[in-house]
């Protein structure tokens, strides 16, 4: 895998996890499909995914830390991520009625360019 490619998906996280919104939009495709780990499905193009993670940091806070990086037989880059959300006082969550919740998931990255196309989670199996 390109250390170039490594390094644009830290540097994803990274940003993610500072809240730096415009730094992450900013590597995304105008019309990316970005997985909706709340409601399901996909937000399509960078402003819904600005309002995706609008409303999801509305309600708690989400830190995702990536542990390997693999390259799939379709060229996609396959991240393990140990996800870790807590209410918005920083408290572990209880009682939520959305999808996000502390666990290890698969994370799913197509890339063209310098751009992010698409992203897809999977639960680990």
């Known amino acids: 895998m390109p250390t170039d490619v490594v390094h644009l998906i830290k540097s994803l996280y990274d940003r993610f996890n500072a809240r730096d919104m415009e ?4 590597v995304l495709a105008d019309d990316v499909a970005w997985a909706n780990a709340m409601d ?4 399509h193009g960078r402003e819904a995914v600005r309002d995706y993670w609008t409303r ?4 708690v806070t989400a830190h ?8 799939a037989e379709d060229g996609s880059v396959v991240v393990e991520v140990i996800q870790s959300v807590f209410d918005l006082n ?11 919740r502390d666990k ?7 890339i063209q360019g310098d751009r992010v196309v ?4 999977r639960d680990r199996q």
């Open 56 to 59: 999801q940091w509305a309600v």
């Open 118 to 121: 698409r992203f897809d989670i």
């Open 104 to 110: 290890t998931v698969t994370h799913v990255f197509r």
């Open 23 to 26: 730094a992450v939009l900013a």
């Open 90 to 100: 920083g408290r572990p969550l209880q009682g939520q009625s959305h999808g996000l």
């Open 64 to 71: 995702v830390e990536p542990v390997t990086f693999e390259t």
């Open 40 to 43: 399901g499905g996909h937000a």
